[in-house]
């Protein structure tokens, strides 16, 4: 049996493909034909068949009844221990923030639609969370969520949309998808989001994308309403904005192993 072909990096070129197909998968929505697949990668059919019947085989991609593939049930483990770790990772810095402003500091990534709450590092204020790791919430209620849209394309933002709908979690909740994207607009020219109380009544949140995440993220501070004033937001933007900033060149910094 002849040796695997190298990749461009040196790598098991098939291993590389295989999980090119399954980021392609995920940029469709999770779901596409073999054409398509083809298309998107340029990798010639038998090729793709191979490398598609090998993942359904480990249950990393399935097949659906209308003949397309979306992405397997088996992925979900892998995804939800890579967050956490990612959680446990960025918790120093967080704890430099809350240290600095005196808030609860958060970290969420965008997941299935969803937002994740993957790390926390609460205030020393003696008063119940607002929210806890491993709670999952539609973006477009929540700040991280709203600072993780801004930076993605409209199109895709209002095709997610279109699959979770938009319940208001307080009457404070964007539940008009065009009013969201003017909102998403202000947000991504100002550099942070604000929930004001659209997740929790009397609750407000500043939040900040991390730039370069290799899946949409963003770093929080939360708080009542009452502590959480208009002065309080001017000190705290830049705080989230410069510990969002050093997580992404950590990230970006992050040797790789062999």
Known sequence: MPAEKNGRDGGVQSLQRAFELLEHLADTGGEASLSELATLSGL???????????????????????????????????????????????????????????????????????????????????????????RRLLPHGTGVGKAMLAHLPEAEVRALLDRTGMPAYTQHTFTDPDALAAELARIASQGYALDEAEQE??????????????????????????????????????????????????????????
């Not at 939800?80 to 990612?86: D, W, Y």
């Not at 005196?102 to 969803?114: I, P």
């Not at 939360?222 to 060149?249: F, M, Y």
């Open 44 to 134: 010639p059919m038998p090729t793709i068949h191979r490398l598609i019947r090998t993942l359904v085989d480990l249950g990393y991609v399935r097949q659906n009844t209308n003949r397309r593939y979306a992405l397997g049930a088996r992925l979900i483990r892998l995804g939800e221990n890579a967050s956490m770790q990612f959680g446990a990772w960025a918790r120093p810095l967080l704890a430099e923030l809350v240290e600095e402003v005196g808030e609860t500091a958060n970290l969420a990534v965008l997941e299935r639609d969803e937002v994740v709450y993957v790390a926390q590092v609460p205030s020393k204020h003696s008063m119940r969370m607002f929210t806890e790791v491993g």
């Open 201 to 258: 009544l009397g609750v407000r949140c500043v939040a900040v994308a991390v730039p370069g995440a290799p899946v949409p993220a963003a770093v929080s501070v939360s708080g009542p309403s009452g502590r959480l004033t208009a002065e309080a937001v001017a000190h705290i933007a830049p705080a989230v904005q410069r510990v969002a900033d050093a997580l992404g060149a950590s990230l970006a910094q992050a040797p790789l192993s062999v």
